[in-house]
């Protein structure tokens, strides 16, 4: 299965004299079949994952490793809510999971003219759309763009 997600375009106020770029993206849905994520700027239309390095708004890609289904005991797969403090226990295996993505050449390339930014995520997984619990393969909370100077 290969899913498509788009953000934007959205104004961006971002320095063309960065050294760094991350795209941090918070909040990912891991009770999911394992994927991959492949990510573009300012290439909204791109469809697929086929040689996609050799188009010049390839930022990146993330993987998740996920969770299908849930065959433990009744609350097995309940995450907490909350932490105990001095708890030095591993979090629970479906805690929302954070990636980091760095993407300096692929954002130069998509500021250099001004204007708006997109992301485009393209998402796979051999998995069927029947197997996927919720509307999306990839859900997330948040996204952010950390530069550096």
């Not at 918070?26 to 991959?36: E, Q």
């Not at 708004?57 to 289904?69: D, E, I, K, L, P």
């Not at 105990?84 to 990636?99: G, N, Y």
Request: hydrophobic residues 35%.
């Amino acid at each position: 299965m290969i899913e498509r997600r788009v953000i934007g375009p959205v104004d961006h106020d971002i320095s063309r004299s960065f050294v760094r770029a991350d795209l941090e993206i918070y909040g990912i849905n891991t009770f999911r079949p394992s994927y991959t994520v492949h990510v573009f700027l300012n290439d909204p239309r791109v469809r697929g994952v086929d040689r996609v390095e050799d188009r010049s708004s390839y930022a990146g890609r993330f993987s998740v490793f996920g969770h299908a289904q849930c065959v433990g005991d009744e609350g097995h797969c309940d995450v907490p809510t909350t932490i105990r403090r001095f708890d030095d226990r591993p979090s629970h295996p479906l805690t929302p999971a954070f990636r980091r993505v760095v993407i300096t050449d692929a954002l130069q390339k998509a500021i250099k003219g001004g204007g708006k930014l997109t992301i485009t995520f393209i998402a796979t997984t051999p998995a069927a759309k029947s197997e996927i619990e919720g509307r999306y393969l990839l859900e997330f909370t948040g996204l952010q763009i950390a530069a550096f100077e």
